[in-house]
């Protein structure tokens, strides 16, 4: 069974620091490409970033880019979103996601609040 759970999100103030974690079971997490997206009310869900299978490559929305840091450990089946320099702006609920071809698995999600 697919289990996908993200953990980490809180309440930060501007400027802050905060780590997301997401932990996968139940599919062979070295061939699947994972990412983190993020949704605002009434808003579409949006890419944050990407890393593919091997963690050799990463891709980030213009947004995030120099503030956010994804990365993977393969032996533990878990992806981390390392989130610095905060804004307000960042504040959504993020979400795991791994991809293969057609496939898509989603986490359900965790807040990421950030205000003063």
């Known amino acids: 069974q697919v289990h996908i759970e993200e953990s980490g999100g809180a309440l930060v103030q501007p400027g802050g620091s905060l780590r997301l974690s997401c932990t996968a079971s139940?599919?062979?997490?070295?061939?699947?490409?994972m990412s983190w997206h993020r949704q605002t009310p009434g808003n579409e869900r949006e890419l944050v970033a990407s890393?593919?299978?091997?963690?050799?490559?990463?891709n980030y929305a213009d947004s995030v880019k120099g503030r956010f840091t994804i990365s993977r450990d393969n032996a533990k089946n878990t992806v981390a979103l390392q989130m610095n320099s905060l804004k307000p702006e960042d504040t959504a609920v993020y979400y795991c996601?791994?991809?293969?071809?057609?496939?898509?698995?989603w986490g359900q999600g965790t807040q990421v609040t950030v205000s003063s």
């Open positions: 890393i593919s299978n091997t963690g050799g490559s990463t």
């Open positions: 139940g599919f062979t997490f070295s061939n699947y490409v």
């Open positions: 996601k791994a991809k293969r071809w057609s496939t898509n698995y």
